[in-house]
């Protein structure tokens, strides 16, 4: 059974720092691996997508790379700002039938001014 | 292009009482998800429709969770009844899956919030 764990659950840095989330999974039969972001009370929104066969995504102020040898992944944001602050979820689409994402349990990232 | 449309917003119940959420997904996207999240955790996957056909239910609590999507667009998940652990928000999603699983990129709605007292 997949298990997708993030590491901090919850991070406060003062505005411009650049900071590191970490996500890690057991089972690395993989097809991709999404990064979302959920503001309060809100839906998911998708950051950025990785196939299984690449390294890294950049999107903007944002850095995704995955390792799936060793069943990691970490997103980098630059320069952070306080509307980056959110919850960002990791989650991890199995091989096999259906689209079945398996989702991590967040990091909780306040930027402050 | 409008979203993911989810209504309720927000429900409140008691125990043992009933209730029902609706989802409209995305124009034309064949594939509908239901999320439950309870809070401080991930989005934990309910059920998988694929049109109107169930892919993946799995971890649906059958004997007191219900979803249909009868015509393949909207769907509609049911609590009967609700327990005091079924509080969390219930996410739909919907994705198109033309061009295979490396299109797949899920769609959220804004989510159901119930509490159950």
């Known amino acids: 059974k997949q298990e997708v764990t993030q590491i901090p659950a919850a991070l406060s840095v003062p505005e411009g720092e650049n900071l590191v989330l970490n996500c890690s999974f057991t089972d690395s039969a993989i097809y991709n691996l999404q990064w979302f972001r959920q503001d309060p009370g809100k839906g998911l929104t998708s950051l950025l997508l990785i196939q299984s066969s690449q390294r890294e995504q950049t999107s903007g102020r944002l850095n995704a790379s995955l390792d799936k040898s060793s069943g990691r992944s970490t997103l980098y944001i630059a320069a952070s700002q306080p509307g980056d602050s959110a919850t960002y979820l990791c989650?991890?689409?199995?091989?096999?039938?259906?689209?079945?994402?398996?989702f991590g349990g967040g990091t909780r990232l306040m930027v402050k001014p | 292009e409008a979203g993911v449309a989810q209504s309720p917003r927000y429900k409140i119940i008691e125990k043992r009482q009933s209730v029902a959420f609706w989802c409209n997904p995305i124009s034309g996207h064949a594939t509908l998800y239901w999320y439950q999240q309870i809070l401080g955790q991930g989005p934990k996957l309910l059920i998988q429709f694929q049109n109107n056909g169930v892919v993946d239910d799995s971890q649906l609590p059958k004997d007191r969770f219900s979803a249909e999507r009868l015509k393949g667009v909207d769907s509609t998940l049911k609590i009967q009844p609700a327990k005091l652990e079924d509080s969390a928000v219930y996410l739909c999603?919907?994705?198109?899956?033309?061009?295979?699983?490396?299109?797949?990129?899920?769609?959220f709605g804004a989510g159901t919030r119930l509490s159950v007292l």
């Open positions: 989650a991890v689409l199995r091989l096999g039938a259906g689209n079945m994402l398996t």
């Open positions: 999603a919907s994705s198109s899956v033309t061009g295979g699983r490396s299109k797949n990129i899920q769609y």
